[in-house]
């Protein structure tokens, strides 16, 4: 039987996604400082602010050393449909994206979308997000909270629970993250690093187990995007001595950093945060996407103060292309860190194939 | 074996020199079988594959269809998202699927309420496409994006560019109160190019138009690795009772079984065409044996073996065979191209409404028409060459041919009758058998048991009406001639079975035509009480024409509302159809033609009355009570009777409005019956008028409906007739073709009898009375064959294939009068006979030694 | 060429066999005359030489191979005749819907002779009879003197060992039945044929090498 192509979707999202809302735009929510956060309701969706994602980034060590994977939920509220009663009003839409990387071999990928309620939905109370059979969500269990993740493809898929073995680590100013110079550039950021992995992982027709170690991001915002801004680099690294590292920085469409931002917690559970004067990333090597053409410097000298860092991808070609919420092109994937620290997580540059649209 | 196939050769070449017009005919007859069941079948695959693909086009090719089982029913949010997190399921695409006017146009178009997200993946063809240039909400803001075919026709209905087909302008959705001012977005670039289709984002069709917290229909694409059985078991078991799960076999079979009967009914006429050709080659090949059977003896004497004088006379009818059915193939192309044409793709039937689909032969099917053409002349030829085969060499070199000595002629009658009584007994018990696979198999057997007894009793009749006609005092060559025929029977019933077969055939399609048209007569008087109908086309009538009705000022003394629905209770049958109407409990038989037993329902059940197609399809029978898909649920409901119904084929049940309302139906009525005021009938119309122009409404009168019900059932038949002719056609030329070769057979004799003074008058008056003599015979026992088979497709085939029960109607003037226009052709054709058998030189004959 | 033992024949009526214990023998080459009274069973006599009717009893030797074609099934009497019988008959039998080419060339085709020498030897044969312009005629045209010179051309043309004539000049004036039979008997020789002429006519009789007369009682030579 013959099987469209699940990926006929972002073909056609553009002209939905982008055609002008006709209506009065929605208010969305702004981000202040000094909100303090409540968990596990912080960890649900907040359907009033523009754009939320909860982000899983992890690297496997069985059933094979340096295996990446990420899953990631998007929410997005375009402004469409706002005055509609209709439950199946396509106000919210979800996006859903999974990754595997097989390093020094090729990254495997897949994706959903659907409006909220039409199979599809999430909780505003705690981490419950799902698009059909991919979801992600928090349980209590009666050893303690873990974070459950499930996905299927035609590729590949994996069911993983998260257990914490560390306390959230909020980002910025107790979760308030600016990613600006302007007070309204910024997002509650909420990390959660150094996540037990263990369960299951099918690929090439075979269902292994699997376990490693997990980063968790869960961000909302209205703007995090300066009208200068075309994209940033952003690092998630589980240190390998328990540590945990997060460093960012938005760029210019000439390269110049406009912001950035880092944030390092030390075994011990000392946080200490980079202010942007204290942030340089310097590109090492450079690689060319042979489909988009975009070049991304995949090894980044990252100076932290005092610190010298450097990227090291275990695969140059992990860029992606997706749909989510416009169409967007970008280099994600699992490197490992040298130099002054050292560890495994994840590198996302976005904006090297045209700015980055929210 | 070379050398042999050249004789052979030179056989055939022969053949086709000397007898043209014989060889040629057999081969249209051939040729007009093949091309009949060939263009059916091929007009019949171009229309499934329309359907199915115009089905694709709108429905997608998911794997599974959740939908209701009532059209009133719907698929609750909730369980299309408990089924959207089964792993199992890739993507399920809910749809809201309406249908509505746009801007009070009479005809409604189907509305199409999708999800882009889910819709990419099952239905890419109902995929909309913004118009960037156009000042137009997008999808999810309430854009409307319309089909080619429907811009075409709104810029049709609006030529000013003001509104028309322009994208940005604002069609004013109507479906019964409910009006939803949209704007044109954009078209559907993959729609096809006869659809007539708005497509809306799902959440504003459901705002705007319903259901409440459910989607018509969800369609589901499976995970590649899961196996669609098993799923489809899974969630059965757990889906509520008014669900069901439709897979593309079960969609594919309802289309096959929407079209079957009809299909099949009109392959059994290509049949009979094709076995009137069949009996057009052995009326020829059989006189040419006979002809020729002082050539074949000189052939056998001179060497030629048994077996080859057997398979010359085949090939000879293999030879007609293959270039008739050749010529039939592209005949039958030409047909269905045209008949599709000029009448749709199911010949007038009614079954697939509104398309012309393209025709397209394969190789496999037209191999097997080729072959089934190559069949029936093989067939046609085999007993004339057993004959060939089995002539005695020497007598036949000397004498011609030789009939065998009819010892049994001295055969006592009672024995002889035997073998046709035997039949028409077998064919009056397979009668009674039911139908198998669904079709009335054992009707068809009974009906060629009864041509067999027929044509079996034929020699008899001839017999002894010949036998008794010649012991009669009658002058000399008119005596002599009876005592040819009643002695040498065989030519004699070759002549006969043609015309009893073709008159046999004519009479009962005749016979059944008009029984059904009697039938639906009377039922039309029964279905139509009131004067006048008020109809809209599927969406529900507007409430202020409900309440206007019930004013005391409107000109009618009786107003009755009727809602249509379907249902459906096989997902591999076409839905059946609820009718909620005003019906009083105690006796439905006011409004219902009610056939059988009428049982009083208990009060605490809902009951129901059913058609008498459901009643048979589904095998129900007044008294039980059936579980009824409704309301979204499963209801126990009590079958109070039966009706007769002619008007939907796949079944219908009738239920109370208070029935239906008590069990929460929601009463939208579609269709009004209306009785004006004695005297106002004029004003009642007017009255409507503006009704109908304002929201679309058809209004007819009760003769209207009448008249345009027999001209639809008129044109239905319109292919029977056609094939009636021609096989009235065959079998008078079947009857000239064998009085020519009795009459070349018995040259000798008739010469004999011209050189013993008999002048020319005299034989031919003698000749065609002997042909007018065969042709009554013929024409009797097809008289009583055909009134055998108007019964057996009256009260058989009818009911089975097409669950349509009636009462046999003979049209004994139609009948008469065809019999005696039969018996003129026949002495037309016996004419042509009789010259041949004037001119033959006297001297010539009488010398040569044959 | 031709060796009759001990034939009987009964008609399934008929009281007193047609014939019983009849024996005689044709040698290569030799033409022999058998006459007889009407109904004495010359016919059926010849026919059971041809294989058109079964003996009761007794046997038919025919041709080199010296084949019995009473012992012979329905398809192997065919071929036997095809083979090594050629026939004439009072009324001709030339076949109205082939060419005289045609017809002369249907034994060549039963034989199964390849199809190139057909040409050659029909025009020989054509020649022989005097006919060498009518192949491509149709028989329709022809006198009954030229259609029997067809049906002799036809007679021997695959070369039998034996030649079977019933009345072959019954049909004819006397004129033309002369020399119709001096031809048949000429071209017969010339090939060292057998031939047994069934006839009425003293004359055709005392043509042949030998006269075989059959009696209600028996053959009398």
Same mark, same amino acid.
């Given at each position: 039987? @013959?099987?469209?192509? *699940?990926?006929?979707?972002? /073909?056609? !999202? &553009?002209?939905?996604? $982008?055609?002008?809302?006709? %209506? +009065?735009?929605?208010?969305?929510?702004?981000?202040?400082?000094?909100?303090?956060?409540?968990?596990?309701?912080?960890?649900?969706?907040?359907?009033?602010?523009?754009?939320?994602?909860?982000?899983?980034?992890?690297?496997?060590?069985?059933?094979?050393?340096?295996?990446?994977?990420?899953?990631?939920?998007?929410?997005?509220?375009?402004?469409?449909?706002?005055?509609?009663?209709?439950?199946?009003?396509? @106000?919210?839409?979800? *996006?859903?994206?999974?990754? /595997?990387? !097989? &390093?020094?071999?090729? $990254?495997?990928?897949?994706? %959903? +979308?659907?409006?909220?309620?039409?199979?599809?939905?999430?909780?505003?109370?705690?981490?419950?997000?799902?698009?059909?059979?991919?979801?992600?969500?928090?349980?209590?269990?009666?050893?303690?909270?873990?974070?459950?993740?499930?996905?299927?493809?035609?590729?590949?898929?994996?069911?993983?629970?998260?257990?914490?073995?560390?306390?959230?680590?909020?980002?910025?100013?107790?979760?308030?993250?600016?990613?600006?110079?302007?007070?309204?550039?910024?997002?509650?950021?909420?990390?959660?690093?150094?996540?037990?992995?263990?369960?299951?992982?099918?690929?090439?027709?075979?269902?292994?187990?699997?376990?490693?170690?997990?980063?968790?991001?869960?961000?909302?915002?209205?703007?995090?995007?300066?009208?200068?801004?075309?994209?940033?680099?952003?690092?998630?690294?589980?240190?390998?001595?328990?540590?945990?590292?997060?460093?960012?920085?938005?760029?210019?469409?000439?390269?110049?950093?406009?912001?950035?931002?880092?944030?390092?917690?030390?075994?011990?559970?000392?946080?200490?945060?980079?202010?942007?004067?204290?942030?340089?990333?310097?590109?090492?090597?450079?690689?060319?996407?042979?489909?988009?053409?975009?070049?991304?410097?995949?090894?980044?000298?990252?100076?932290?103060?005092?610190?010298?860092?450097?990227?090291?991808?275990?695969?140059?070609?992990?860029?992606?292309?997706?749909?989510?919420?416009?169409?967007?092109?970008?280099?994600?994937?699992?490197?490992?860190?040298?130099?002054?620290?050292?560890?495994?997580?994840?590198?996302?540059?976005?904006?090297?194939?045209?700015?980055?649209?929210? | 074996?070379?050398?042999?196939?050249?004789?052979?050769?030179?056989?055939?070449?022969?053949?086709?020199?000397?007898?043209?017009?014989?060889?040629?005919?057999?081969?249209?007859?051939?040729?007009?079988?093949?091309?009949?069941?060939?263009?059916?079948?091929?007009?019949?695959?171009?229309?499934?594959?329309?359907?199915?693909?115009?089905?694709?086009?709108?429905?997608?090719?998911?794997?599974?269809?959740?939908?209701?089982?009532?059209?009133?029913?719907?698929?609750?949010?909730?369980?299309?998202?408990?089924?959207?997190?089964?792993?199992?399921?890739?993507?399920?695409?809910?749809?809201?699927?309406?249908?509505?006017?746009?801007?009070?146009?009479?005809?409604?178009?189907?509305?199409?309420?999708?999800?882009?997200?889910?819709?990419?993946?099952?239905?890419?063809?109902?995929?909309?496409?913004?118009?960037?240039?156009?000042?137009?909400?997008?999808?999810?803001?309430?854009?409307?994006?319309?089909?080619?075919?429907?811009?075409?026709?709104?810029?049709?209905?609006?030529?000013?560019?003001?509104?028309?087909?322009?994208?940005?302008?604002?069609?004013?959705?109507?479906?019964?109160?409910?009006?939803?001012?949209?704007?044109?977005?954009?078209?559907?670039?993959?729609?096809?190019?006869?659809?007539?289709?708005?497509?809306?984002?799902?959440?504003?069709?459901?705002?705007?138009?319903?259901?409440?917290?459910?989607?018509?229909?969800?369609?589901?694409?499976?995970?590649?690795?899961?196996?669609?059985?098993?799923?489809?078991?899974?969630?059965?078991?757990?889906?509520?009772?008014?669900?069901?799960?439709?897979?593309?076999?079960?969609?594919?079979?309802?289309?096959?079984?929407?079209?079957?009967?009809?299909?099949?009914?009109?392959?059994?006429?290509?049949?009979?065409?094709?076995?009137?050709?069949?009996?057009?080659?052995?009326?020829?090949?059989?006189?040419?044996?006979?002809?020729?059977?002082?050539?074949?003896?000189?052939?056998?004497?001179?060497?030629?073996?048994?077996?080859?004088?057997?398979?010359?006379?085949?090939?000879?009818?293999?030879?007609?065979?293959?270039?008739?059915?050749?010529?039939?193939?592209?005949?039958?192309?030409?047909?269905?191209?045209?008949?599709?044409?000029?009448?749709?793709?199911?010949?007038?039937?009614?079954?697939?409404?509104?398309?012309?689909?393209?025709?397209?032969?394969?190789?496999?099917?037209?191999?097997?028409?080729?072959?089934?053409?190559?069949?029936?002349?093989?067939?046609?030829?085999?007993?004339?060459?057993?004959?060939?085969?089995?002539?005695?060499?020497?007598?036949?070199?000397?004498?011609?041919?030789?009939?065998?000595?009819?010892?049994?002629?001295?055969?006592?009658?009672?024995?002889?009758?035997?073998?046709?009584?035997?039949?028409?007994?077998?064919?009056?018990?397979?009668?009674?058998?039911?139908?198998?696979?669904?079709?009335?198999?054992?009707?068809?057997?009974?009906?060629?048991?009864?041509?067999?007894?027929?044509?079996?009793?034929?020699?008899?009749?001839?017999?002894?009406?010949?036998?008794?006609?010649?012991?009669?005092?009658?002058?000399?060559?008119?005596?002599?001639?009876?005592?040819?025929?009643?002695?040498?029977?065989?030519?004699?019933?070759?002549?006969?079975?043609?015309?009893?077969?073709?008159?046999?055939?004519?009479?009962?399609?005749?016979?059944?035509?008009?029984?059904?048209?009697?039938?639906?007569?009377?039922?039309?008087?029964?279905?139509?009480?009131?004067?006048?109908?008020?109809?809209?086309?599927?969406?529900?009538?507007?409430?202020?024409?409900?309440?206007?009705?019930?004013?005391?000022?409107?000109?009618?003394?009786?107003?009755?509302?009727?809602?249509?629905?379907?249902?459906?209770?096989?997902?591999?049958?076409?839905?059946?159809?609820?009718?909620?109407?005003?019906?009083?409990?105690?006796?439905?038989?006011?409004?219902?033609?009610?056939?059988?037993?009428?049982?009083?329902?208990?009060?605490?059940?809902?009951?129901?009355?059913?058609?008498?197609?459901?009643?048979?399809?589904?095998?129900?029978?007044?008294?039980?009570?059936?579980?009824?898909?409704?309301?979204?649920?499963?209801?126990?409901?009590?079958?109070?009777?039966?009706?007769?119904?002619?008007?939907?084929?796949?079944?219908?049940?009738?239920?109370?409005?208070?029935?239906?309302?008590?069990?929460?139906?929601?009463?939208?009525?579609?269709?009004?019956?209306?009785?004006?005021?004695?005297?106002?009938?004029?004003?009642?119309?007017?009255?409507?008028?503006?009704?109908?122009?304002?929201?679309?409404?058809?209004?007819?009168?009760?003769?209207?409906?009448?008249?345009?019900?027999?001209?639809?059932?008129?044109?239905?038949?319109?292919?029977?007739?056609?094939?009636?002719?021609?096989?009235?056609?065959?079998?008078?030329?079947?009857?000239?073709?064998?009085?020519?070769?009795?009459?070349?057979?018995?040259?000798?004799?008739?010469?004999?009898?011209?050189?013993?003074?008999?002048?020319?008058?005299?034989?031919?008056?003698?000749?065609?009375?002997?042909?007018?003599?065969?042709?009554?015979?013929?024409?009797?026992?097809?008289?009583?064959?055909?009134?055998?088979?108007?019964?057996?497709?009256?009260?058989?085939?009818?009911?089975?294939?097409?669950?349509?029960?009636?009462?046999?109607?003979?049209?004994?003037?139609?009948?008469?009068?065809?019999?005696?226009?039969?018996?003129?052709?026949?002495?037309?054709?016996?004419?042509?006979?009789?010259?041949?058998?004037?001119?033959?030189?006297?001297?010539?004959?009488?010398?040569?030694?044959? | 060429?031709?060796?009759?033992?001990?034939?009987?024949?009964?008609?399934?009526?008929?009281?007193?066999?047609?014939?019983?214990?009849?024996?005689?023998?044709?040698?290569?080459?030799?033409?022999?005359?058998?006459?007889?009274?009407?109904?004495?069973?010359?016919?059926?006599?010849?026919?059971?030489?041809?294989?058109?009717?079964?003996?009761?009893?007794?046997?038919?030797?025919?041709?080199?191979?010296?084949?019995?074609?009473?012992?012979?099934?329905?398809?192997?009497?065919?071929?036997?005749?095809?083979?090594?019988?050629?026939?004439?008959?009072?009324?001709?039998?030339?076949?109205?819907?082939?060419?005289?080419?045609?017809?002369?060339?249907?034994?060549?085709?039963?034989?199964?002779?390849?199809?190139?020498?057909?040409?050659?030897?029909?025009?020989?044969?054509?020649?022989?009879?005097?006919?060498?312009?009518?192949?491509?005629?149709?028989?329709?045209?022809?006198?009954?003197?030229?259609?029997?010179?067809?049906?002799?051309?036809?007679?021997?043309?695959?070369?039998?060992?034996?030649?079977?004539?019933?009345?072959?000049?019954?049909?004819?004036?006397?004129?033309?039945?002369?020399?119709?039979?001096?031809?048949?008997?000429?071209?017969?020789?010339?090939?060292?044929?057998?031939?047994?002429?069934?006839?009425?006519?003293?004359?055709?009789?005392?043509?042949?090498?030998?006269?075989?007369?059959?009696?209600?009682?028996?053959?009398?030579?």
């Amino acid at each position: 039987m @013959r099987r469209r192509s *699940f990926l006929c979707t972002p /073909l056609l !999202l &553009p002209t939905l996604t $982008l055609a002008a809302p006709a %209506r +009065a735009p929605v208010t969305y929510a702004p981000v202040t400082p000094g909100i303090k956060l409540a968990f596990p309701r912080d960890h649900g969706a907040h359907p009033d602010f523009r754009t939320e994602w909860w982000y899983v980034t992890g690297a496997l060590d069985v059933p094979q050393a340096d295996i990446g994977f990420q899953l990631t939920f998007f929410r997005s509220r375009p402004g469409n449909a706002e005055d509609l009663q209709s439950p199946l009003a396509a @106000r919210q839409i979800l *996006f859903a994206h999974a990754a /595997l990387t !097989l &390093p020094g071999e090729r $990254l495997l990928h897949s994706e %959903r +979308a659907a409006r909220a309620n039409l199979g599809a939905a999430f909780s505003s109370s705690d981490c419950d997000i799902h698009i059909g059979a991919w979801r992600m969500n928090r349980e209590q269990r009666s050893t303690g909270e873990v974070l459950r993740l499930q996905m299927n493809s035609p590729q590949f898929s994996y069911d993983f629970t998260l257990t914490p073995s560390q306390p959230l680590l909020l980002q910025g100013d107790g979760g308030y993250s600016r990613k600006g110079q302007a007070a309204a550039l910024a997002s509650y950021y909420v990390s959660w690093p150094q996540l037990q992995v263990a369960g299951s992982l099918l690929f090439d027709g075979q269902r292994r187990a699997a376990s490693g170690r997990a980063w968790f991001d869960h961000e909302w915002s209205t703007a995090i995007l300066g009208g200068d801004a075309v994209g940033w680099d952003w690092v998630g690294i589980n240190l390998d001595d328990g540590g945990a590292l997060m460093a960012f920085r938005m760029r210019d469409s000439q390269g110049a950093t406009l912001f950035a931002h880092a944030a390092w917690r030390d075994a011990g559970g000392q946080v200490r945060q980079f202010a942007a004067g204290e942030v340089a990333f310097h590109p090492l090597r450079h690689w060319a996407s042979p489909r988009s053409g975009a070049s991304y410097p995949v090894q980044i000298e990252i100076r932290l103060g005092e610190l010298t860092l450097r990227t090291r991808p275990v695969l140059d070609d992990q860029e992606l292309s997706t749909s989510r919420p416009a169409p967007v092109v970008y280099w994600e994937g699992l490197v490992r860190l040298e130099g002054s620290l050292s560890g495994r997580g994840y590198l996302e540059m976005t904006g090297y194939a045209g700015r980055l649209q929210l | 074996m070379q050398a042999l196939s050249r004789l052979s050769w030179w056989l055939i070449r022969a053949q086709f020199t000397t007898r043209r017009a014989a060889t040629l005919l057999s081969m249209l007859a051939v040729a007009l079988g093949v091309a009949l069941g060939y263009a059916i079948h091929l007009i019949n695959d171009a229309a499934l594959a329309d359907f199915a693909r115009a089905m694709k086009s709108v429905q997608g090719d998911p794997d599974a269809v959740i939908a209701a089982r009532d059209s009133a029913g719907s698929v609750p949010l909730a369980t299309l998202n408990a089924i959207a997190r089964d792993p199992a399921v890739l993507v399920i695409a809910a749809v809201i699927e309406t249908r509505v006017r746009i801007d009070n146009a009479r005809t409604p178009v189907t509305l199409i309420g999708i999800d882009v997200f889910s819709a990419a993946a099952v239905m890419p063809d109902l995929l909309p496409r913004h118009n960037e240039q156009a000042a137009a909400p997008n999808l999810f803001n309430g854009g409307v994006y319309a089909s080619p075919a429907l811009l075409a026709k709104l810029a049709q209905r609006a030529p000013d560019s003001d509104s028309g087909a322009r994208p940005g302008r604002t069609l004013t959705l109507v479906r019964g109160e409910q009006q939803w001012p949209a704007t044109l977005a954009g078209d559907l670039p993959a729609a096809r190019p006869d659809d007539l289709l708005l497509v809306a984002d799902i959440a504003w069709v459901q705002e705007r138009f319903g259901p409440v917290d459910a989607v018509s229909e969800g369609r589901v694409r499976l995970a590649p690795d899961s196996d669609l059985a098993t799923w489809r078991k899974k969630w059965a078991q757990q889906l509520p009772a008014g669900l069901l799960i439709r897979v593309a076999d079960d969609d594919s079979a309802r289309v096959s079984n929407l079209s079957r009967a009809y299909r099949v009914n009109l392959n059994v006429l290509a049949l009979v065409a094709l076995l009137t050709g069949a009996f057009l080659v052995f009326a020829t090949q059989l006189t040419s044996v006979a002809q020729r059977s002082t050539q074949f003896a000189l052939l056998g004497v001179l060497g030629l073996s048994p077996r080859m004088r057997l398979l010359q006379v085949l090939l000879e009818g293999l030879a007609i065979g293959v270039p008739g059915a050749l010529l039939g193939l592209g005949l039958g192309y030409a047909l269905a191209v045209a008949f599709t044409r000029l009448l749709g793709g199911d010949l007038g039937g009614g079954y697939f409404a509104g398309s012309a689909p393209p025709i397209i032969p394969l190789p496999a099917p037209a191999l097997v028409f080729l072959a089934l053409g190559c069949l029936a002349s093989l067939a046609g030829a085999s007993y004339p060459a057993y004959l060939n085969r089995m002539q005695p060499l020497a007598q036949a070199l000397k004498t011609g041919f030789a009939q065998q000595s009819h010892a049994d002629t001295a055969r006592a009658t009672l024995p002889r009758l035997r073998l046709p009584l035997f039949l028409a007994l077998a064919a009056l018990a397979l009668a009674q058998l039911p139908p198998l696979f669904a079709l009335p198999l054992a009707g068809y057997a009974a009906i060629a048991l009864v041509l067999v007894a027929g044509i079996a009793s034929a020699p008899l009749l001839t017999q002894l009406l010949f036998g008794w006609l010649s012991a009669q005092a009658l002058p000399a060559p008119q005596r002599i001639a009876l005592q040819n025929v009643a002695q040498a029977p065989l030519m004699a019933q070759v002549a006969a079975s043609g015309l009893i077969v073709s008159f046999a055939l004519t009479a009962s399609m005749v016979i059944m035509v008009s029984s059904f048209r009697v039938a639906v007569d009377q039922w039309l008087d029964h279905v139509l009480p009131a004067p006048l109908y008020l109809r809209s086309k599927a969406t529900p009538l507007p409430q202020d024409l409900l309440a206007a009705l019930a004013q005391p000022d409107a000109p009618f003394t009786r107003v009755e509302r009727m809602a249509n629905a379907s249902l459906i209770i096989d997902p591999q049958r076409p839905q059946v159809a609820l009718l909620v109407r005003e019906i009083d409990r105690r006796d439905p038989a006011a409004r219902l033609p009610v056939t059988g037993p009428l049982l009083a329902p208990p009060a605490t059940t809902p009951a129901v009355w059913i058609s008498e197609p459901m009643a048979e399809i589904y095998r129900l029978a007044p008294g039980q009570t059936l579980r009824l898909p409704l309301l979204g649920r499963e209801i126990e409901v009590f079958i109070g009777g039966v009706w007769r119904d002619y008007g939907r084929q796949f079944g219908a049940v009738v239920i109370s409005r208070q029935d239906y309302q008590q069990l929460g139906g929601d009463f939208q009525p579609t269709d009004l019956a209306l009785w004006p005021r004695p005297g106002e009938e004029a004003h009642a119309s007017a009255w409507l008028a503006p009704w109908a122009d304002q929201y679309g409404l058809e209004v007819a009168d009760s003769a209207e409906i009448r008249r345009l019900s027999l001209s639809i059932f008129d044109k239905s038949f319109a292919v029977t007739y056609a094939l009636e002719a021609a096989a009235m056609l065959i079998g008078l030329f079947g009857l000239a073709v064998t009085l020519a070769a009795s009459v070349w057979l018995r040259a000798r004799e008739l010469a004999t009898l011209g050189a013993l003074g008999f002048d020319r008058r005299m034989l031919s008056r003698a000749v065609m009375l002997e042909g007018a003599l065969i042709a009554t015979v013929g024409v009797l026992i097809g008289l009583a064959c055909g009134v055998g088979i108007g019964a057996i497709l009256t009260h058989v085939v009818n009911p089975q294939a097409f669950h349509w029960r009636m009462a046999l109607a003979i049209p004994w003037a139609a009948l008469v009068t065809g019999a005696a226009i039969t018996l003129a052709a026949a002495v037309l054709a016996s004419r042509h006979a009789a010259r041949q058998a004037t001119r033959l030189p006297v001297a010539q004959v009488l010398a040569s030694a044959q | 060429m031709l060796h009759v033992a001990d034939l009987a024949k009964q008609h399934s009526r008929a009281s007193r066999p047609l014939f019983s214990a009849l024996g005689f023998t044709i040698a290569a080459g030799e033409i022999v005359a058998l006459v007889g009274e009407s109904g004495v069973g010359k016919s059926t006599l010849l026919n059971c030489i041809a294989g058109l009717e079964t003996a009761d009893r007794g046997s038919i030797a025919i041709g080199p191979q010296a084949l019995d074609i009473v012992a012979l099934d329905e398809t192997a009497r065919a071929a036997l005749r095809a083979r090594s019988i050629g026939f004439v008959f009072q009324a001709f039998h030339i076949l109205p819907t082939l060419t005289v080419a045609q017809n002369i060339a249907v034994p060549l085709l039963l034989c199964g002779l390849p199809a190139g020498e057909h040409a050659a030897r029909t025009r020989a044969l054509l020649e022989r009879v005097g006919l060498a312009s009518f192949g491509p005629r149709w028989p329709a045209s022809l006198s009954g003197g030229e259609l029997q010179r067809v049906a002799i051309a036809r007679a021997l043309v695959h070369h039998p060992a034996l030649v079977l004539a019933d009345e072959p000049t019954g049909n004819l004036d006397p004129r033309t039945a002369g020399e119709v039979l001096a031809l048949l008997l000429e071209r017969v020789r010339e090939q060292h044929t057998s031939a047994l002429v069934v006839t009425h006519s003293q004359h055709v009789a005392q043509c042949c090498d030998r006269i075989l007369t059959l009696t209600p009682d028996g053959l009398l030579e």
